[in-house]
Each structure stands twice: as C-alpha cells, then as structure tokens.
C-alpha cells in the first residue's frame, strides 16, 4: 500500500469512528500543512542526530520505588510512565486520523467560551482512577494492586496560594505555593501566556525536554516522547484557556509517532476514541468523546508482557469528571 492509500485509508478510517465535527471542519490545507511539516521535521533529525540511543534513565514519569515497609511488604508505585528512551529515527509521522481527531479537538477548545478570571480565584479539578501498585509479599511473590486516584484539587490562578487538596476525605495543603508555574506545574496563569502559535508552543515544549531528556543529559526519554507527556498533564492540570488548549493539540500533531486507538473505556467508565503514542511496551492514550471531541482522560496501557502484568492491562488510568474556575478552595463549580 502507498503512502496516499494509507493516508486515504486512515482518513476514511476517522470518518467512520467519529461524527460530524461540532464545530467546521479544519480549513482546507491545514492537515496536508502539518504533515509537510512531520516529514520535514523527521528529515531534519535523520540528518542530524546519531541513530545511537542514550543511557537508560528514569524520568518525571518514571517508576518510583518505594522503600515502604506495610505488612512486611516492599511497594513500587508506577505512576503514569509513558517515557524512558528516545523515539526511533524511523518514527512515521502521526497519523491522518490522530491529525483529524486533535484538529476537532482544538476546533471544539477553541469555540468554548471563555472564563474571565481574575487574582484570588482557583482553578478547580477532579479526578478519579487508578495507579498500579506491585508489592512483594512475605513469601517473595509479586502481586498486582491499584492505588486510587479520586481526588479533587484547587490550585491558585495567579500560584500565589498553596494548593488544596481533598483525599480520602481529608484536606491537606502542599506544601508549596505554585509561584509562577512551570510547565511541570502549571497555573491557569501560565497556561495563558503559553504561545498560541502550535510550532512556537511545541518548540518551547520540546526545548524543555531537550534540555532535560535529549542528547548529553542522563535522560533518555527524548523529547518526543516526553512532549507528549508533557501536552497530556497540561491539558488535564485543570481549566485550560481555550485558545491555548486548541494550540496544545495542534502542537501534539506535530509530534512523529501519534496514533488513534478506535474504541477505549476511561477511568469513569466513560466510552471514547483515543490520541495514543506508544512507547517501550506501554501505550499512552488520550482519551476523547466521540460526540464532542472533548478530552475524558488518558490511561497508560501494556502492549507487551511486563512484571506489571500481561499486554492488554490497564495499569493507570485517570478521568477528569469536572473542573472550572471557583472563588475559594473548597467550593465546587
């Protein structure tokens, strides 16, 4: 098959997994354009990088091992991992049907209408789901268990106040005020100021993992992978600004390696169509409504035989149920 019969063939696929676009349809050229763009983005890097792969290394989703002692037990917590080493040289571009689905996703964002905030007010989340847990018994087996990630959140627009946070039942506030905001810890207000052109923004993004996962650094996410992680945790911190969220997605079909899972069920049982990249035997899946091309949540699936357990396990998974722009910590939109 050719590459216009594959791209022919995934578009044809889109149209039939998804409806009619809420909102007009991408302006013509625009898909063809950030295609253009893939492909001379992955000649540039054929060119310039060695296909040599950087030392292995644990990322800011990487696994985290616990020294934790429970009933004799020793924990190791995954918590959302889709990064530990560079994408190959040979990583096609995304495919026309993830193109597709996040182009509506960024039409469906940028036709929201916008929240006026203002200082003293928070940005409101909730969130429930799972994270996988394996802990080795005292007879030395390794089991499989879940650690919940229902929670709600409320973090200080201009990061000025220190987070609230309800578990459990409990509140509790972290320990630190989010200052500024970073692109690890985003605020509403520095998701605001984030480029609304998708190359700038996804330079800016991938500028940031070069420094801290690419070549040279002790890293070897690579700043693909890790720009799609990062575009996902943003863009489920909480309330985005719609023009930037309509630039994250675009700026996510610019990353090689992107593709669409057809049918996917979210942490609140919710059932959808997924943006997906996968990566080191684990799949990490954005996942939409089919009606509304409104972001569920993302959930990390196996596609190989791990200690987590057998391709096909769900090992996280986290959906946004609500979220908007309160008056204080504590009230509920």
């Known amino acids: 098959m050719s590459l216009e019969q594959r791209e022919q063939s995934e578009r044809e696929q889109a149209h039939r997994m998804l409806p009619p676009a809420p909102c007009p349809e991408p302006p013509a050229g625009r898909v063809e354009a950030r295609r253009e763009h893939f492909l001379t983005e992955i000649d540039r890097q054929t060119r310039s990088c060695s296909p040599r792969r950087a030392p292995r290394s644990r990322g800011r989703w990487g696994l985290a091992v616990g020294a934790a002692m429970a009933a004799g037990a020793a924990v ?113 207000d520095f998701l605001a100021a984030l480029p609304t052109d998708p190359d700038a923004l996804l330079k800016q993004i991938r500028d940031d993992a070069q420094k801290n996962h690419g070549a040279g650094s002790d890293s070897t996410t690579g700043p693909d992978q890790e720009a799609f992680v990062t575009i996902g945790d943003l863009l489920r911190s909480g309330v985005t600004p719609p023009d930037t969220a309509a630039s994250l997605y675009r700026a996510a079909a610019l990353i090689p390696g992107v ?21 080191e035997g684990e799949r990490t899946e954005w996942i939409f409504d089919k009606r509304t091309a409104r972001l569920l949540g993302e959930r990390i699936v196996l596609v190989e035989d791990s200690a987590w357990g057998k391709a096909g396990t769900v090992v996280t998974s986290v959906a946004v149920t609500n979220s908007g722009i309160v008056d204080e910590a504590g009230r509920i939109p």
Do not use: C, F
Request: glycine fraction near 6%; charged fraction near 20%; avoid cysteine.
């Open 76 to 188: 190791v917590v995954l918590t959302l991992d889709p990064s530990s080493s560079d994408a190959p040289l040979n990583t096609p571009p995304a495919s026309a049907a993830s193109v597709e689905l996040l182009e509506r996703a960024a039409l469906a964002a940028a036709t929201t209408p916008q929240t006026r905030v203002r200082a003293g007010q928070y940005s409101y989340v909730k969130t429930v789901g799972h994270t996988s847990v394996l802990s080795e018994t005292k007879s030395g087996d390794m089991q499989l268990l879940r650690e919940s990630e229902a929670m709600e959140e409320w973090t200080s627009v201009d990061g000025s106040e220190r987070t609230l946070q309800r578990k459990n039942g409990s509140d509790s506030l972290l320990p630190e005020t989010p200052g500024r905001g970073s692109l690890n810890a985003p605020t509403y």
């Open 259 to 279: 593709d669409i899972v057809p049918d996917v069920v979210d942490a609140a049982g919710r059932k959808g169509v997924a943006v997906a990249r996968t990566h």
